[in-house]
């Protein structure tokens, strides 16, 4: 069965470093979404990527983040200068279709733990 | 997006079934039911959509009264490793706004 995959599934940064969440989304999907969880808590929707470009975005998602799909099958999250709050678990998530009749399912990888010290 | 309402934990016995509840009063015409279900540091996973009526699968049934103003998410004879947080989630999966709203989900806790 198709899966998302994410990489690494842990990631220890220090204070102020940049870095860079990789997800290989299913093959044929064509919506793609990063979202985040700091343990205990909800899970919070960062940002959606279409044809692309960024569809829409969260009040969390400021200039310290961007997305890119720098090929075909790649799909990743960049933090420029890391705080300690952004210390979470990050899910990839994407979706095939977005089509009222057939629903919107959204896939996850297994996530990545960002602990920033 | 709709404001949805469910338990915050329950717990339950293997081999019984269980019945999750989620009130979405100001649901609108083109939302969905959605429930996704996610364990202990993994990703939330889909487990079934509706709109009306009965919704089955091989993992869970969905029923949703006429009114559309509630959901009850069943699962037929649970396991140990159903013990996870259950998400009710309403919105229109045809919006070009396609993220989810996660809410703070039902514990479900399944004992031996």
């Known amino acids: 069965e198709p899966e998302v995959t994410q990489t690494p599934s842990h990631q220890v940064t220090q204070m102020g470093q940049e870095v860079i969440l990789r997800c290989v989304p299913i093959?044929?999907?064509?919506?793609f979404y990063w979202y985040r969880q700091i343990l205990g808590q909800k899970v919070e929707f960062l940002v959606s990527?279409?044809?692309?470009?960024?569809?829409?975005k969260s009040e969390i998602f400021d200039d310290q983040f961007s997305v890119e799909r720098p090929d075909g099958s790649n799909f990743t999250l960049k933090i420029r200068s890391t705080k300690l709050e952004d210390s979470a678990m990050y899910f990839c998530?994407?979706?095939?279709?977005?089509?009222?009749?057939?629903?919107?399912?959204?896939?996850f990888g297994p996530g990545t733990r960002l602990t920033v010290l | 997006l709709a404001k949805t309402t469910q338990p915050i934990s329950m717990d339950s016995y293997e081999g019984q079934e269980v019945n999750i509840t989620c009130s979405h009063n100001?649901?609108?015409?083109?939302?969905?039911i959605t429930w996704y279900q996610q364990f202990p540091s993994q990703g939330p996973r889909f487990i079934i959509q509706?709109?009306?009526t009965k919704v089955t699968n091989e993992v869970a049934s969905l029923f949703i009264p006429a009114d559309r103003k509630s959901s009850t998410l069943s699962l037929p004879r649970v396991s140990l490793s159903d013990t996870a947080v259950y998400y009710c989630?309403?919105?229109?999966?045809?919006?070009?706004?396609?993220?989810?709203?996660f809410g703070s989900g039902t514990r479900l806790s399944i004992r031996p």
């Open positions: 100001n649901i609108a015409t083109n939302d969905y």
């Open positions: 998530a994407s979706s095939e279709v977005i089509q009222r009749e057939l629903g919107n399912e959204q896939f």
């Open positions: 093959s044929n999907h064509l919506y």
């Open positions: 990527f279409y044809n692309n470009e960024i569809s829409e």
């Open positions: 509706g709109y009306k």
């Open positions: 989630l309403v919105g229109d999966p045809g919006s070009s706004a396609s993220k989810i709203i």
